[in-house]
């Protein structure tokens, strides 16, 4: 029997949106265990709005994957991609909120000194994104212009830079550039399909 494309994409869906989901689920069980326990760990402005951008960045995700519905031939191994991409974002949002904080001096001490992992994933979700672009077609990839091209190079560096140095003012800087970068997207989002 053959499954027709308008059959089979929101099945893939409903698998990255179970992925995404427990992603959000940890981020906003995070910050309400936040405002359940204020004392239970030192916050981190640093840590919060790595933890805003990481859900902005989840909800995105989801946004953009319905562009996904041209693809007219999908396999396993496409299947399999788009859930390895989601498990990344899934991923930055468990280490911004971990299990356990009590061996640490608070968020901003965990995230630091997990810092290597963090923008690890993050760069490699820079080089995921270009697939999944291209996965789309090339008229999709056209439309995002130079600038998006010139992001990864960009975010690979300053991924690296970020695994490289504790330093609080370059993480902060770093986060809001990312903030504002992220906010830049959604304008260009909502301006195309409006």
């Known amino acids: 029997m053959e499954t027709g494309v308008s059959e089979l994409f929101p099945h893939v869906r409903i698998v990255m949106g179970m992925v995404i989901g427990l992603g959000i689920t940890r981020l906003l069980s995070g910050y309400a265990g936040l405002i359940q326990h204020p004392g239970r760990a030192k916050l981190s402005l640093l840590h919060l709005l790595w933890g805003f951008s990481i859900l902005v960045e989840l909800v995105l995700f989801w946004w ?14 496409l299947f399999a991609f788009l859930i390895g991409y989601a498990v990344t974002l899934f991923l930055l949002a468990a280490l911004i909120f971990p299990d356990k904080i009590e061996e640490y001096d608070g968020y901003e001490d965990f995230f630091l000194k997990r810092r290597h992992w963090f923008f690890s994933i993050l760069g490699a979700t820079f080089l995921l994104d270009i697939v999944d672009t291209l996965l789309k077609g090339e008229p999709y990839f056209d439309t995002l212009g130079v600038g998006y091209l010139m992001q990864v190079p960009i975010g690979l560096a300053l991924c690296g830079i970020a695994i490289w140095t504790p330093n609080r003012r370059f993480q902060l800087a770093l986060v809001l550039i990312h903030l504002a970068y992220q906010v830049w997207w959604i304008g260009l989002l909502f301006r195309a399909h409006v």
């Open 64 to 77: 953009w994957e319905y562009e996904l519905y041209g693809v007219k031939d999908w396999s396993f191994g």
